[in-house]
C-alpha cells in the first residue's frame, strides 16, 4: 500500500532566511520538507491577519507546521485558521506568560518604538566595527541567514513579538526549547522537550538532533 507524505512546513525566526533549515533532512519519501518565508506586512497589520494571508501559502491538507522564535508565534496563530497534523514551536514562546520580563517591560513602556532598526540594513557598516571574534562570527551568521533588513518590517515583527497577548497555551503544541537559550530563558518556559545545550539557533547548530528526532515527534500520536 502506499505511503502518504507527510508535509513539514518549516518557518523561520524573526527576519530569517529559510536557509536556516539548511541541514534539516527528513527521511524521503515519508517526509516532504516546505519552507516559508516572511513577505512584508501592510501598515499596523495585526499579526492573526499576517497569519491568514501566510497560511495561503499551505498548499496541503493535514501538515506538519513548524516555526522558530518570532515564526513560532506565528505558526500558533496560523494553526487558528487551518487544520494540522502537528504543530511544533522552537526556541519560542506558547504564552505571553513565557515572554522574559524585559519583553515584557518593553510592551508596557513601548520601549520597543526606540531600537534603531535602520541599522539592520546597514550590517556592512556595523561590519566594519565589529571588535573580537564573537561579534565578527554573529555578524557573519547575520548576513547568511538574515534575509529581510526592512526597517518596517522589523518594526511591526518586534511589536508583535513584546506584545503578543496569547493567555493559553495549545494544549497539543509540542515545544522544543534549549536550555542555554538567552533570548527566551528556559526558566520561563513550561513542558517543554529541554535541548541540552540548546541555544537560541539550536535548529542551526543541533541539526543533527532535529534530523534523529523531528521523525518520531512528528509521528508520535
Known amino acids: 500500500m502506499k505511503q502518504d507524505i507527510i508535509h513539514v512546513y ?32 501592510i501598515e499596523d497589520e495585526p499579526i492573526s491577519d499576517y497569519a491568514l494571508r501566510m497560511c495561503a501559502k499551505i498548499k496541503h ?12 508565534v506565528l505558526v500558533q496563530e496560523m494553526s487558528k485558521h487551518i487544520n494540522l497534523r502537528k504543530l ?48 565578527t562570527k554573529r555578524i557573519e551568521l547575520y548576513k547568511k541567514y538574515l534575509s529581510v533588513n526592512d526597517s518596517e518590517y522589523l518594526n511591526w515583527a518586534i511589536k508583535n513579538m513584546v506584545s503578543w497577548n496569547q493567555e493559553k497555551p495549545d494544549p497539543k503544541l509540542i515545544h522544543i526549547h534549549g536550555d542555554s537559550d538567552k533570548v ?12 541540552k545545550n540548546g541555544t537560541h539557533i539550536a535548529v542551526i547548530n543541533k541539526y543533527k538532533w532535529f534530523n534523529e528526532n523531528l521523525p518520531r515527534i512528528i509521528l508520535d500520536s
Do not use: R
Open 10 to 41: 518549516l518557518m523561520p525566526g524573526m527576519a530569517a532566511s529559510p536557509l536556516i533549515f539548511e541541514y534539516i533532512k527528513l527521511p524521503e519519501p515519508q517526509f516532504k520538507i516546505h519552507l516559508l518565508e516572511w513577505f512584508l506586512p
Open 61 to 72: 491538507e493535514n501538515i506538519v507546521l513548524l516555526g522558530v522564535s518570532f515564526g513560532g
Open 88 to 135: 511544533i514551536i522552537v526556541s519560542s514562546v506558547k504564552s505571553m506568560h513565557e515572554l522574559p520580563k524585559h519583553m515584557l517591560l518593553a510592551k508596557a513602556t513601548k520601549a520597543y518604538k526606540l531600537l534603531p532598526t535602520q541599522l539592520a540594513s546597514n550590517i556592512d557598516i556595523i561590519e566594519k566595527y565589529a571588535f573580537g571574534e564573537t561579534v
Open 184 to 195: 527566551f530563558p528556559i526558566k520561563n518556559i513550561q513542558n517543554c522537550i529541554i535541548l
